[in-house]
């Protein structure tokens, strides 16, 4: 996610209220994403694939997952903060990006979200 910062980093306040997902190969642990429900609508957040382990499908595999999760639970909907860089990967899974953006630790973010 930030591997050139400590991690701390990557620790939120709100962690003890997630349902953390991780994706293992070969034993490793290779992708993370966390979810936090409120109600019936879902935020998604930290969704990251360690860098030798990109492009090899397990994004899709964790986001199809946590789909399959809040449709399971009863969603409404799913939203995040996407890096603006990353916003075509949400596309494929039928995210529309909002008006909302802003600037947080050297990336530009857009609100990204999905109506069940
Ligand atoms: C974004 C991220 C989670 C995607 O995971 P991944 O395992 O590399 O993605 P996949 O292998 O499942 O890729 C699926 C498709 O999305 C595309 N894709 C992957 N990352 C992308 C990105 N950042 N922007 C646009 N497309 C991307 C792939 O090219 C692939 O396309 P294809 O199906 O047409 O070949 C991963 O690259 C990552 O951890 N990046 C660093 C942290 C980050 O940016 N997290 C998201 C914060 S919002």
Redesign the pocket.
């Known amino acids: 996610?930030y591997p050139d910062m400590p991690f701390d980093a990557v620790k939120l306040k709100d962690d003890f209220e997630g349902i953390h997902f991780g994706l293992y190969a070969d034993h490793k642990l290779s992708?993370v994403v966390s979810l936090f429900p409120q109600g019936d609508v879902y935020q998604f957040r930290?969704?990251?694939?360690?860098?030798a382990?990109?492009?090899?499908?397990?994004?899709?595999?964790?986001?199809d997952y946590i789909l399959d999760f809040c449709k399971i639970q009863k969603a409404t909907e799913l939203w995040?903060?996407?890096?603006v860089?990353?916003?075509?990967?949400?596309f494929?899974f039928g995210f529309r990006e909002t008006d909302d953006t802003f600037f947080k630790d050297g990336f530009d973010?857009v609100v990204m979200e999905l109506g069940f």
């Open positions: 996610m992708g930290k969704l990251a694939v360690l860098p382990a990109q492009k090899l499908g397990y994004g899709t595999k964790l986001m995040c903060n996407a890096r860089n990353a916003k075509e990967f949400y494929k973010f």
